[in-house]
Nanobody, 127 residues
């Protein structure tokens, strides 16, 4: 069983940066592919980025390529999302997710499915 808790959200001006964290319980985070999703007011949940369980593969949504960067530290049971050059359209609740194994990477990317979800952290970007 895995519990995920996001942190690091807040209010920033356009062009600013935030580092989001996703802390996980348990000792098996390394066997999970991980990802970030977001949901803006009045819109459906959107895929942002995923990283495979081995860390060898990543997949970014076109809207965040070159601006966001995903990383993981399995020793700390933590995943990070570095967000740079933030735009007002990045405003959303950001959720982290975990999907088991290498197959979980495809689930996250293709069908936006996961085994575990966090409760989200709010990012607000002002213009």
């Amino acid at each position: 069983q895995v519990q995920l808790v996001e942190s690091g959200g807040g209010l920033v001006q356009a062009g600013g940066s935030l580092r989001l964290s996703c802390a996980a319980s348990g000792r098996t985070l390394g066997v999970y592919s991980l990802g970030w999703f977001r949901q803006a007011p009045g819109k459906e949940r959107e895929f942002v980025v995923a990283i495979s369980n081995s860390g060898s593969r990543t997949n970014y949504a076109d809207s965040v390529k070159g601006r966001f960067s995903i990383s993981r530290d399995n020793a700390k049971n933590t995943m990070y999302l570095q967000t740079n050059s933030l735009k007002p359209e990045d405003t959303a609740i950001y959720y982290c997710a975990a999907a088991f194994g290498v197959a979980g990477f495809d689930r996250l990317v293709r069908v936006h499915s996961a085994d575990y979800w966090g409760k989200g952290t709010l990012v607000t970007v002002s213009s």
